[in-house]
């Protein structure tokens, strides 16, 4: 029988799943000098790419952790599809060719890079602050009341219980928290609408172009060349009489039979699997001190490439707020994780579905809008949103990018700025008036210059062109409050205002 240690482990927060949910959190809560666990049951790092897209948004999350270079080096944008008819090519079409960097937005298109390459590079951040996964862990109970959560782990045949002040489930789409909470999990398995997907090396085609081959009867097939490796993701729609085993013959079987190519050789396969659609939500995010993240709270179709970036969101959603209210910040600002993030959900499970029945039938527009990039997603109408629209953005809204010069003269970004686990106050002004600095517990405070030949002191920020004041939509002294996700929490032309929002949460608040 499994002995139990004498001494359970007390800490602020167990993280149980290293995938990008939650790594990603892992990552957000270790500069914030959070007290956590991340622990894995997997006793060695999966080496499949499963999701391969990263979205502009997630990007604009891996620059605030300090790894966009390093994520960007190893992918690729721009890789255009390639369609054929056999060895013949029908033609190229690069779905994202007219999204490019601009002020506002730097990262203007899917990023492809397998998933475990995200991983790796995660954990490497997570390390430099100071962690590491906790792998061969797995929870095997968990039990919660109104002050902590009692979870028991199992690793090399003992049992060891944690004490922690809270629980994030990103544990997948058979998760077992969300199981053993007894959280509904609804929606349906389409059974008959089935892939085969795995990695493979492949002879003959160039790693510069999505290869596909889209209108055989028995459905498509396609070969993405993985950046950063030498592999392949193969992906095969398969009717559903057909065999569903995965295995490199099987792989191989269908290329010969659909691409009429014999030269395309496949070899030295590396993940090997089959995918059954599954498009299901929970109704609630919290059960107490237990949250649920990623493929715990939500599966759907891979058609978007939404999966790993809206765990990664929902992550960084919660991380701030877990951070602030263990530092002080009352409780029901961790409701706010549900309130904003249940209706992304919904929202993704409806967009990808339709875009799932076109992809299975052959006729998807393969163009993507800014909701698809996750730049348009927003928290409008949140309790946390408050203010007034200005003439471009409304509160809720993702807080754009703009080039900056300082007092020195260097030339910076406004992520510059945002960069860290902080709040940041933007204050947009015409005159040498200034807010009450009695937020500087919360924020970290900017004054946006209008004038660009304006006389700078520390702190003070102006634009060529006044391009930061149209991307916000302001023309007159006005105050932007943004959160440490990056979104618009508050919008405002005076100072009480502002503190009367931030009364709110005066401590804890800003992490």
Known sequence: MAKLDEKPAAIHVLI????????????????RGVNFRIVDKISTYFAGSRGKGLQPRSLEVLDDLGIVDEIVANGRFHLPFRGYDGSTVLGDLDMHADRQPTPDVPYASVLIIPQWRVEEILRKRLAGWGAQVELANELIDIEQNEEVVTATLLCDGRRQQVIAQYVVAADGGRSFIRKHLNVDFAGE?????RMLVGDVQVDVLDRDHWHSWPKHKDGWVALCPLPSTNAFQFQAQIPPEEPDEPSLERFQQIIDERTGWPEIRLHHATWLSLYRANVRMVDRYRVGRIFLAGDAAHVHSPAGGQGMNTGMQDAYNLGWKLSAVLAGAPGYLLDTYEEERLPIAAWLLGATTKLHRQVFQANADLKRDEQFLQLALNYRGSSLAQGEASLALTPGDRAPDSPLRDHQGNELRLFDLFRG?????????????????NHQTFARHYRIVRSPDAALRENEFTCKDEHVWKSYGVASDTLFLVRPDGYIGFIGHGGSALQEHLGKFRRGYGG
Not at 16 to 31: F, H, I, M, N, S
Request: proline letters at 5%; a negative charge; charged letters at 20%.
């Open 16 to 31: 149980v799943g290293a995938g990008p949910t939650g790594l990603t959190l892992a990552c957000d809560l270790a500069r």
């Open 421 to 437: 686990p902080h709040f940041t106050l933007l204050e947009f002004t015409t005159s040498a008036a200034s807010v009450d600095e």
């Open 189 to 193: 398995t389409w059974k008959d609408e």
